[in-house]
């Protein structure tokens, strides 16, 4: 029996075409491609500026580079979320500090971030976690009274908007992630999104090693440039065979929302009237892309979340456990022990249903069906 998998990459010929053409070019590391992926995701998100990047983790270690976060510093984040995340801070010397979400869209809230927040915080994390939108002004308004800059990790969050506009693409600097489980992908890759061209100019000196010239411009001149490295530098450069492909996705990204909003639908038809299962939803002030479909476990239901994903796997379909919590990890035990209620519920008590491109009703009929069983005849099979 095929197994309906969790996510699929939409890559095809197109893409293989634009790789062959980078190849023939003979320039393969960052150049032209490059800048033409960061115009291009610009114009399609109404952003000003855009720097690619190895991945998304390497653009939050930039992110917080920049903005001058240290050691001696807090950086508030959500413990929700993929533990790049948490990583990010702690690659400058800073130490995260994790607040907990709300449960309706598992983002920081206003609310939850003021609780966070200390004489020593520098900055805020703010995920669009899953894709869904978190009320990012909301929590700035907090922020900015404090000298707290906010920055928005919007790695699973490009195709959703934010009080009518892309998120990403407002006046905070944003990261979004290229990586194949997100809707758009280079292999690996990410990007930072800023208004600021000053900043911007940094970002891709630091990219590239603090260099003062990219080393494309230096190739391309007809005189001899000589370059100079300014300050500490990094190697996070996309190469022009990623950004090729990204040219190519980015192309999809509004048939790819418009079509995973549809199978959301589906899912909704089917499990609306499911008792105990709690379905994702479009916040009031936006609306996602549905980078996952993340269904909640009511706590009365006596079910045990992991033996639902067994069940489910046994029929041959793929599902993931709800977004971890890095608090939770070996590898954050330093961090201390905090109260996260929300965070634990959701975490604990959530899974990830298949949605991917070219999945069709059936199948989606297929995984709610198997679902509602699991949940409706509970004593057959725990
Ligand atoms: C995937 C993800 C990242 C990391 O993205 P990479 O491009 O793989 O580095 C960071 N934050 C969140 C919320 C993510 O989901």
Redesign the pocket.
Known sequence: MDVIPIMRPWLGAEEAVAVESVLASGWVAQGPKVAAFEAAVCGALGASHGVATT??????HLALHTLGVGPGDEVVVPSL??I??TNAPRYVGARPVFADVDYETQNLTAETVERALGASTRAVIV?H?AGMPADVDAIAAVCESRGVAVVE?A??AIGSTYRGRPVGAGDNLA?L???P??LLTTG???MLLTSDAALARRLRRLREHGMAVSAHDRHASRSVVVEAYEELGFNYRMTDLQAAVGLVQLGKLDAMVAERRSLAQHYRDALDDVPGLILPADPPYGTTNYQSYVVRLDDELPVERDAIMQELLDQGIASRRGIMAAHLEPACADLGAPELPVTERLTGRSLVLPLFHGMDAGQVERVAQALARCVQEVPTWR
């Open positions: 991945s998304c983790t390497t653009a939050l979320s993929f790049a995340t995920v976690q990790d790695a699973c990261v992630s290229f990586h489980r997100k690996e890759g990410g």
